[in-house]
């Protein structure tokens, strides 16, 4: 009795083994595909972050040019010198 489950033991190992591995790597693919998938959300959500931040800043920077090549500005700074 006992040596045929030593037997029984011996033929289904390598087939169980197998077969784990094969979930183990399925696993691992699935969890890697849905990695991916996050990451590349996260990516275009910091992209557009960033967008919209540097149209800010060019409109701050386009305001401040418009301030420094002012008639008004080189006045200022002409009476400031007085």
Same mark, same amino acid.
């Given at each position: ?7 029984? @033991?011996?033929? *289904?190992?390598? !087939?169980? /083994?197998?077969?784990?591995? $094969? ?18 959300? @996260?990516?275009? *959500?910091?992209? !557009?972050? /960033?967008?919209?931040?540097? $149209? ?27």
């Amino acid at each position: 009795m006992f040596e045929l489950f030593m037997v029984i @033991i011996v033929f *289904s190992s390598p !087939v169980l /083994l197998l077969a784990s591995l $094969k979930r183990y790597f399925s696993y691992k693919t699935s969890k890697v595909e849905t990695q991916a998938k996050l990451q590349s959300a @996260i990516d275009a *959500s910091k992209i !557009v972050a /960033l967008e919209k931040q540097t $149209k800010v800043l060019n409109e701050r920077l386009a305001v401040l040019e418009e301030i420094v090549t002012s008639r008004s500005f080189e006045l200022s700074s002409q009476i400031a010198q007085l």
